[in-house]
């Protein structure tokens, strides 16, 4: 384990939040859940058949005594939180609807976090992106002047830490999109002792060419430096502008961040996702997330691709964003 993720798990014990695994049947899983309540972390909470999850853990040699394993078939709050679904969602859906959309894992793991009964969210082991997104906005739901959330990710390598964003939610961000993604990922970048230096990334530097898409980023460098003044963002920057001090000292004399960003933001969900695979898979870094920003209470989601360490790293992380919503 890296030292940003001991340090993580020093400070997340003190606590020990609540985390729900909505995917109790996949072996990542339930490997990491088994050793994050070893460790003494955390509590995990992971939903399946408790049979069917003992079972794997037997199956695998995983001591999974002291497991708390949630089946929403016969868990004695379900029908109080199919009356908080219906009262969360307005009138969108009638009491019988509720009673059959909590049955799916995600959205009864999202239910427990709304109700406080669980700190946070860790699924995408087996789901995709929008099934773990889908039940968090419209249960958990953005802070109040988030429109967006946006999904980053921690790039670790020894004691190196950045942050790339946006890799995993919005296709085709407007500039608005872009500015609220940077302040939002400065934000994260702080909760994991990260000094925020943040880079608005393009195929130009400082004019260097004109389209519609170098523009674009040049508006979301301004909203995002009218948003949060204090933040030390800039653009547009090719990469190596932005990463370089050599670099940029000849392309972006005057810019403040002087070739020394850690907080990238792409301009658009193609080039992020590229990017961070690229600095995973060639760079050798490992890409913790996408951890989902902007919501109010952290849910966050797994590639299908994740190992056990990932799921374990990513449980910590939404532990430390958890205490930090309530700091």
Same mark, same amino acid.
């Given at each position: 384990?890296? @030292?940003?993720?001991?340090?993580?798990?020093?400070?997340?014990?003190?606590?020990?939040? @609540?985390?729900?695994? #909505?995917?109790? +049947?996949?072996?990542?899983?339930?490997?990491?859940?088994?050793?994050?309540?070893?460790?003494?972390?955390?509590? #995990?909470?992971?939903?399946?058949?408790?049979?069917?999850?003992?079972?794997?853990?037997?199956? +695998?040699?995983?001591?999974? @005594?002291?497991?708390?394993?949630?089946?929403?078939?016969?868990?004695?709050?379900?029908?109080?939180?199919?009356?908080?679904?219906?009262?969360?969602?307005?009138?969108?859906?009638?009491?019988?609807?509720?009673?059959?959309?909590?049955?799916?894992?995600?959205?009864?793991?999202?239910?427990?976090?709304?109700?406080?009964?669980?700190?946070?969210?860790?699924?995408?082991?087996?789901?995709?992106?929008?099934?773990?997104?889908?039940?968090?906005?419209?249960?958990?739901?953005?802070?109040?002047?988030?429109?967006?959330?946006?999904?980053?990710?921690?790039?670790?390598?020894?004691?190196?830490?950045?942050?790339?964003?946006?890799?995993?939610? +919005?296709?085709? #961000?407007?500039?608005?999109?872009?500015?609220?993604?940077?302040?939002?990922?400065?934000?994260?970048?702080?909760?994991?002792?990260?000094?925020?230096?943040?880079?608005?990334?393009?195929?130009?530097?400082?004019?260097?060419?004109?389209?519609?898409?170098?523009?674009?980023?040049?508006?979301?460098?301004?909203?995002?430096?009218?948003?949060?003044?204090?933040?030390?963002?800039?653009?547009?920057?090719?990469?190596?502008?932005?990463?370089?001090?050599?670099?940029?000292?000849?392309?972006?004399?005057?810019?403040? /961040?002087?070739?020394?960003?850690?907080?990238?933001?792409? #301009?658009?969900?193609?080039?992020?996702?590229?990017?961070?695979?690229?600095?995973?898979? /060639?760079?050798?870094?490992?890409?913790?997330?996408?951890?989902?920003?902007?919501?109010?209470?952290?849910?966050?989601?797994?590639?299908?691709?994740?190992?056990?360490?990932?799921?374990?790293?990513?449980?910590?992380?939404?532990?430390?964003?958890?205490?930090?919503?309530?700091?």
């Amino acid at each position: 384990m890296s @030292s940003m993720f001991t340090a993580i798990a020093d400070k997340v014990k003190t606590a020990k939040p @609540s985390i729900v695994f #909505p995917e109790g +049947n996949d072996e990542r899983i339930l490997e990491a859940a088994v050793r994050l309540q070893q460790d003494g972390v955390l509590e #995990p909470l992971v939903i399946g058949s408790e049979t069917e999850v003992t079972g794997l853990a037997d199956k +695998n040699g995983w001591d999974a @005594s002291g497991l708390h394993i949630l089946d929403p078939a016969v868990y004695d709050a379900f029908d109080e939180l199919a009356d908080a679904f219906v009262e969360r969602r307005k009138g969108k859906n009638t009491k019988e609807e509720a009673m059959d959309i909590l049955k799916q894992p995600n959205y009864f793991g999202t239910m427990l976090v709304h109700t406080g009964r669980a700190a946070g969210l860790v699924s995408g082991a087996v789901h995709s992106t929008g099934d773990t997104v889908r039940p968090a906005l419209q249960i958990i739901k953005t802070k109040e002047g988030v429109k967006k959330t946006s999904g980053v990710f921690v790039m670790v390598k020894d004691d190196e830490r950045y942050i790339f964003g946006d890799c995993a939610i +919005n296709i085709a #961000p407007s500039s608005d999109d872009l500015a609220e993604t940077a302040v939002e990922a400065a934000k994260t970048a702080e909760v994991f002792g990260i000094d925020p230096r943040v880079a608005m990334l393009s195929f130009s530097t400082k004019g260097s060419a004109k389209s519609e898409e170098t523009e674009r980023v040049v508006e979301a460098t301004q909203l995002a430096q009218e948003k949060a003044p204090e933040l030390n963002v800039d653009g547009e920057f090719q990469f190596d502008a932005a990463f370089v001090p050599e670099v940029a000292a000849k392309k972006a004399p005057d810019s403040p /961040l002087e070739g020394k960003a850690n907080t990238f933001i792409f #301009p658009s969900l193609e080039a992020g996702n590229i990017g961070y695979k690229i600095a995973q898979r /060639l760079g050798g870094y490992e890409a913790v997330g996408p951890i989902l920003q902007g919501l109010n209470k952290p849910v966050n989601d797994l590639s299908r691709g994740c190992s056990t360490e990932d799921v374990y790293n990513l449980a910590l992380i939404t532990a430390m964003q958890s205490l930090q919503d309530e700091a």
